[in-house]
């Protein structure tokens, strides 16, 4: 099991808030905008619903490429592997599993925010959950950019906020982690042609660059910007090409408040705000094991992502 170790890890903690008319980046919206979704999902290598909820997650991705960031986090006895089956646990996952009280997988958050009275969900309600946090509107707009080093395999991630209204809460925070694509190895399925040994794991939390609980907002009214850096030595088992930097401010305090927005960019050098593509790369196809089809997203040229198709194996 992956111990979650922090040595690679440090936060410089520069803060610069402004007023709104000496708020100079080009990179962070000033003008209001609605939410982006973070769907995090409890999933583990051994749940053989799990599938169907990797498939419900990468619908919504397709659906909505400009405004979803996905995080799947392998935590709990099923993710627990035997023989050959690759361990996608860390700390990071375990707690927010206890945090939240998973009881089952697979279950998500969208946004940490109740839908229909409830804040943990099964799959089947993340789309109508996705629908209805991306029609309110964001307090604050923010944007990322990171920077890695090949040398010192040093990975530098910027992030930026900007209030167009007041927060609701008194103790909004920063959080920044990584996630991994493309690690192929075992996955339990309970659907046609049953467990795959060589499946496609996406999205998979590999390390939360911030402390778990956030990084501090002390000024959060309209109109107030702030600009942190944090680095983080990315291990050498990790394909830097595969990796994704995901960002999202939301409310702190006691607990793991609702997210108020978030955005992503590629690990390997990139910029990204709450008006670009938030996933870069999701042009590449991607399999989607449990119905045999895969995922095209498609681009029109010189427009942003909008649309995404799904071409099974033989041709329809």
């Known amino acids: 099991m992956n111990n979650g170790s922090l040595l690679g890890l440090r936060s410089l903690a520069h803060s610069i808030v402004l007023a709104a008319p000496l708020f100079a980046s080009g990179q962070v919206s000033q003008e209001p905008q609605n939410r982006n979704v973070l769907l995090e999902e409890f999933t583990a290598i051994n ?4 599938p169907v909820g990797h498939v419900a997650a990468n619908n ?37 599993l206890t945090e939240f009280g998973v009881g089952f997988t697979p279950q998500g958050l969208v946004n940490r925010r109740a839908y229909n009275g409830t804040t943990l969900l099964s799959s089947g309600a993340w789309t109508n959950a996705t629908n209805a946090t991306l029609a309110l509107p964001a307090v604050v707009n923010m944007a990322a950019t990171t920077e890695f080093d090949n040398g010192t395999r040093e990975l530098t991630v910027t992030v930026e906020l900007y209030y167009t209204a007041d927060s609701p809460g008194a103790n ?117 094991p449990a119905t045999d089809a895969v995922t095209v997203p498609l681009t029109a040229v010189g427009k942003r992502a909008n649309c995404a198709s799904a071409i099974r194996p033989d041709g329809s």
């Not at 749940?47 to 799990?50: A, D, L, R, Y």
């Not at 030595?233 to 978030?262: K, L």
Request: one cysteine or more; a negative charge; aromatic letters at 8%.
């Open 47 to 50: 749940c053989g619903n799990c």
């Open 172 to 288: 909004d925070r920063i959080f920044v982690l990584l996630t991994e694509d493309h690690l192929n190895g075992y996955q339990q399925n309970y659907g046609a042609g049953g467990a795959y040994a060589n499946y496609d794991h996406r999205h998979v939390l590999r390390a939360y660059i911030t402390a778990l609980g956030g990084d501090e907002v002390v000024t959060t009214t309209a109109g107030s910007s702030l600009t942190r850096t944090y680095t983080y030595t990315v291990p050498m088992a990790y394909d830097i090409n595969d990796c994704r930097v995901v960002a999202f401010v939301g409310e702190g305090g006691s607990g793991y408040g609702e997210v108020h927005q978030v955005t992503t960019a590629q690990a390997l050098s990139d910029v990204t705000g709450v008006e670009e593509t938030m996933l870069t790369d999701v042009g590449l196809a991607f399999p989607v």
């Open 60 to 96: 919504i991705v397709a659906v909505h490429p400009d405004n979803a960031a996905l995080v799947n986090m392998h935590a709990g006895p099923l993710a627990i592997p035997s023989g050959s089956q690759p361990d996608f646990r860390n700390t990071w996952s375990t707690q927010l």
